[in-house]
Structure formats: C-alpha cells, structure tokens
C-alpha cells in the first residue's frame, strides 16, 4: 500500500453548452465549468468549499465523496463556471435593454444622484443574462471523481518522493548508531585507566597514610559510577527499534502519519539523551548529527496523511 502525502493539487474542465431564458436568443452560449482541489497538511481532514451560489447545492455531495477517499488534510475545493470568450461579449436583446433603462429611470427617479449605467455594466449583465439555467447535474460528480483521483496520483507520487527521503535518513542514522556504540567501552577504558593513574599519583604523595586497598576501591568506584554515567547502550537499542519501526511503516503505506510523528519524537528523545551523557566531542557531535536528522524527518513525516 503506498504512502499518501497531504500536499497535492488538481484541476478540471468541463465544456457545455447552457440553456437560456431569453426567447429571441440567437445562439446558446458556450460555457466551461471548472473545478480544483488543493491540500496542504493538517492534523485532521477539514474541508473548505468555495463554490459560487448556483453550484452550492453540489457542496454535500462532493463533501460525501471527499470524505470517503481522503482521511486527513487541509483541503480547499473551488469551482467557477465561465463563458467562451465568443459568448461574452455579444449583443443585448432589445427586451433587456428595455428592461434596464426601466429599472434605471426608476433608481434615478429616487436617487438623482446615482451614476447610469455604463456600456461595459450592460455587457456584464448580458452575459449574465445568456448563462441562463445552468444545470451541472450531470457533470459535476463525475468531474470531482477526475479531478479527485488526479489529486491521489499527486498525492501518492508526493508520498513516495517523501517515503524515499525518510529510507535515507533511517540509513544514516543507523550509521550513526553505529558509530556511537563503540565509543562508550573506549572512554569507559581510559576513564578507569586516568582514576588508576590518580591512585597512583595520590598514594605516592600520601606516604603509606590512606591504606592502598581503600585508594583503590575509591578509584574503582568512581570508574564504575562514570561507567555507568555515560553507558547509552539503551538509548542506542531504543533508537534502533524505533528506526527498525518506522522503516517498517513506511513500507507498509497507508495511514502511517500519526504513528511516524510520534516515534519521531521517541527518536529525538534518545539522540537528546546521548547528548546529555555524551562525554567526548565525537559522541556529541553525533548526537547532533542525529538530532538534525531527526528534525528533517520530523518536518516530512508532518506532510504524510
């Protein structure tokens, strides 16, 4: 099953013929009915149509078709319906014109102030007038299931593009892991080796007061205790299972997105924590390393439906 990403984009046309009310029409107009979704990621599925007046009875069912194939993101529908440029501009019938200096002449009879109309308002309402009764009955749906696979195909290819990015960081994270697991037994060994020289050191300046075997002990405990300070040998077996757990999520597909954001934060919790019980440079740096890697990924893995 592929992995799906939230961000996508599609459109569609459809172009018919309207139907009109005028009688002494001479033509019926060409119009192109136009339909786009867009997404973006969100932590829910929230749906926002923008549809003009005389497509608005189309909202729930493209709300119903919409819920049914996609589960989460930001998702903005919009629809428009326009004229040919043949149709647009075109001459008014005379029983419109009749009617607008009517409907004028009534307006400035009561607002004498009120500017007339213009030649391009006349047009403008023309056009108006030639779109006529638009029924999309027939087109709308099945030009939403276009545009919607359309979309999923954007969205899939995006989740696989973004599924590819997450395999490579998995990859050299487990580099990483790698490198830090035998750091700890190497500064675990010079440790005990610089508390076994200051036993040395303070036996030679002590001349016989602190029994050897007390110094000793004191040495050896404090090696231990630092020992067990810096040991990530857990932190380091958590951060593989949680990479060995993400990979296999990925691999799987579908809705993996919740569950990939929260082991992202399981992994940024232990690479945080090889950090604070890093006691040389080079274990630092890996633990910063992995934190910017883990960072990455948790900016992709927020795009993943």
């Keep these: 099953m592929p992995v799906y990403s939230?961000?996508?984009?599609?459109?569609?046309?459809?172009?018919?013929?309207?139907?009109?009310?005028?009688?002494?029409s001479r033509h019926l107009p060409k119009?192109?009915?136009?339909?786009?979704?867009?997404?973006?990621?969100?932590?829910?599925?929230?749906?926002?149509?923008?549809?003009?007046?005389?497509?608005?009875?189309?909202?729930?069912?493209?709300?119903?078709?919409?819920?049914?194939?996609?589960?989460?993101?930001?998702?903005e529908v919009r629809a428009a319906f326009e004229l040919a440029a043949s149709s647009?501009?075109?001459?008014?019938?005379?029983?419109?014109?009749?009617?607008?200096?009517?409907?004028?002449?009534?307006?400035?009879?009561?607002?004498?102030?009120?500017?007339?109309?213009?030649?391009?308002?006349?047009?403008?309402?023309?056009?108006?007038?030639?779109?006529?009764?638009?029924?999309?009955?027939?087109?709308?749906?099945?030009?939403?299931?276009t545009v919607l696979a359309a979309l999923l195909d954007a969205r899939q290819r995006e989740g696989a593009r973004l599924s590819a990015m997450l395999l490579q960081h998995l990859a050299e994270l487990r580099t990483l892991a790698a490198l830090a697991g035998p750091m700890v037994p190497k500064l675990v060994e010079q440790q005990r080796q610089r508390f076994m020289?200051?036993?040395?050191?303070?036996?030679?300046?002590?001349?016989?007061?602190?029994?050897p075997d007390a110094a000793q002990d004191r040495a050896l405990t404090e090696s231990?205790?630092?020992a067990i300070r810096i040991d990530v040998a857990e932190e380091l077996t958590r951060l593989n299972s949680h990479l060995d757990e993400i990979e296999r999520l990925i691999h799987k597909g579908g809705e993996v997105g919740k569950r990939l954001d929260f082991l992202i934060q399981e992994l940024h919790r232990e690479a945080n924590t090889l950090g604070s019980k890093s006691a040389a440079l080079d274990l630092t740096r890996i633990s910063v390393d992995m934190k910017v890697l883990i960072e990455q990924m948790r900016e992709q893995v927020q795009n993943l439906e």
Aim: hydrophobic fraction near 45%.
């Design 6 to 24: 939230m961000t996508g984009y599609a459109s569609a046309q459809h172009s018919a013929a309207t139907t009109t009310s005028e009688p002494d």
């Design 31 to 75: 119009g192109q009915l136009g339909l786009e979704i867009r997404s973006v990621n969100s932590r829910f599925l929230d749906l926002t149509f923008k549809l003009p007046e005389d497509l608005r009875q189309f909202e729930p069912a493209l709300r119903e078709l919409l819920v049914t194939r996609l589960k989460r993101g930001k998702v």
């Design 88 to 145: 647009v501009v075109s001459d008014p019938s005379a029983r419109l014109l009749q009617r607008l200096n009517a409907v004028q002449d009534s307006i400035q009879s009561w607002l004498p102030l009120a500017e007339p109309l213009s030649v391009a308002d006349v047009l403008r309402i023309a056009a108006n007038e030639q779109g006529g009764t638009r029924d999309w009955s027939d087109a709308m749906l099945p030009l939403a299931e």
């Design 197 to 211: 020289e200051r036993w040395k050191e303070a036996m030679a300046l002590t001349d016989g007061a602190i029994a």
């Design 224 to 226: 231990t205790a630092f």
